[in-house]
């Protein structure tokens, strides 16, 4: 074996390249350009902290693991970004330990899976414990403003967009509610999956109610079986 113990400097494009391992027991790796660590087994490293190792601002996993089919690559000790960013192309990011933390905006092209693997939806939460609530829960945990709400909003883009709905689903049988936004922007809700197929309620802007009457006339319209119609004041 061979020790430097005041390091190693190379520059020009000649690079380092090591078909037995390289091993580095102190100090820092100080890369400008690609650090790539290939084979067909698992790599483990224990750490890894891109603000060491690459001066780039963001950090390519391209460009560090080689993407090699059978290749996977194991940071035990986890993985530190200083300053820049992560970038995943091809086979995603996997965490099955511990917690993945962001400081900053987190932006994904896909969809995303939490309990799931294969999502469907932009975001897609599963739960396939037997008696445990599949629950998201928002909450803001001031106590001391009036204003710090904890709300959930569903918004389109306009009146020429669609509905925002609540679409409610027990497999055999499905529930909507929501603003009608082709008719008004009536609010209903309808014993079916879309809001403007006959809805079971009817509340205009003006605040008159219809129950099987998508028209109210008075405060609260009844529209019978029979087609006859009880208007209320």
Avoid: C, M
């Amino acid at each position: 074996t061979s020790t430097f113990a005041g390091g190693v400097s190379i520059t020009g494009g000649g690079g380092l390249s090591s078909t037995a391992g390289l091993t580095i027991t102190g100090g820092d790796i100080v890369s400008s350009g690609k650090l790539t660590i290939s084979g067909s087994a698992t790599s483990t490293i224990t750490q890894l902290n891109a603000s060491t190792i690459i001066t780039a601002p963001t950090l390519d996993v391209s460009t560090i693991i080689k993407n090699s089919g059978t290749a996977t690559s194991t940071f035990a000790g986890g993985l530190s970004l200083g300053t820049g960013g992560l970038r995943v192309d091809g086979g995603g990011l996997y965490v099955n330990v511990g917690d993945a933390e962001f400081d900053q905006d987190v932006y994904v092209s896909g969809n995303v899976g939490i309990g799931t693997a294969g999502p469907s939806e932009l975001l897609e939460v599963e739960k396939t414990t037997a008696g445990t609530a599949g629950r998201i829960r928002i909450e803001h945990t001031d106590n001391t403003d009036s204003a710090s709400n904890a709300e959930l909003v569903l918004r389109v883009g306009g009146a020429s967009g669609g509905d925002p709905v609540i679409h409610l689903d027990a497999v055999a049988k499905d529930w909507a509610l929501g603003i009608d936004n082709s008719d008004s922007d009536k609010f209903k809700i309808s014993p079916n999956s879309a809001i403007d197929s006959t809805p079971a309620l009817t509340i205009q802007t003006d605040g008159n109610v219809g129950i099987g009457d998508t028209t109210p006339e008075g405060v609260l319209d009844v529209d019978i079986v029979d087609n006859a119609t009880e208007d209320g004041d």
